[in-house]
């Protein structure tokens, strides 16, 4: 009796490369949807890198705001769109520039609201009238570097010591108040940065460590 040899039918061979060939598609889809994860996951972290290291500078700056003056007003300007001060620490990370005129501004785009920065070196004015006509165009000339991007807005607000009904009466003790605004010869106890993004709410409050 001759025994019939086993071997795979043309079906079955037609079955076995149609699975075959899906497994490989279902492999090739994984792979390159896990290395776009990958790359999606790798653009995150850096700008949640970055975000983290220009905070870090915008506490930095706040903190080290100097007690310069012209006449009787001190070199600080600030609203709920911009701040202009003088500190010693450039971006630039060169210590040996001496002191620098800085601006933090909120500027309008096609992809949102960004927070922008520039600085130049200061020099002081012997009034406070030629103070101003610098204040106008200190910045012109002088590079733009954005800091945050892609908001929904960026708000600046300032903290306020005021004798009000709600202060403690017993320690004598001022009501801190924020506000929108700086138009006092002073400078704030505090700045806080508020930026908001597909509604939710980032803050951070930086300390003036005042120096003179």
């Not at 870090?56 to 600030?78: A, D, K, L």
């Not at 971006?91 to 909120?106: C, D, N, P, R, V």
């Not at 012997?126 to 006509?133: G, H, R, V």
């Not at 200190?138 to 009000?164: C, K, P």
Request: charge should be negative; hydrophobic fraction near 45%; glycine fraction near 4%.
């Amino acid at each position: 009796m001759v025994k019939k040899e086993e071997a795979f039918t043309l079906l079955e061979l037609v079955i076995a490369l149609t699975i075959g060939a899906a497994l490989i598609a279902l492999v090739s889809i994984s792979v390159r949807m896990g290395f776009f994860q990958m790359e999606r996951g790798s653009k995150m972290l850096e700008v949640e890198l970055r975000e983290k290291n220009a905070m870090h500078f915008f506490c930095q700056q706040v903190s080290s705001i100097r007690m310069e003056s012209v006449g009787e007003e001190v070199i600080f300007t600030g609203d709920s769109k911009r701040i202009l001060f003088v500190t010693p620490i450039s971006l630039e990370k060169s210590y040996s520039m001496g002191l620098m005129t800085a601006m933090f501004y909120q500027e309008k785009g096609e992809e949102g609201v960004s927070l922008r920065y520039r600085e130049k070196r200061h020099i002081p004015a012997d009034s406070i009238d030629t103070y101003k006509d610098e204040n106008a165009t200190i910045f012109d000339l002088s590079d733009s570097v954005s800091i945050f991007e892609g908001y929904d807005e960026i708000i600046f607000h300032f903290l306020d010591s005021e004798e009000n009904e709600d202060s403690d009466a017993a320690f004598n003790q001022p009501y801190p108040v924020w506000k929108d605004s700086w138009i006092k010869k002073d400078l704030p106890k505090a700045i806080k940065l508020v930026m908001l993004k597909n509604g939710r709410s980032r803050e951070v409050v930086a300390p003036i460590m005042v120096m003179f």
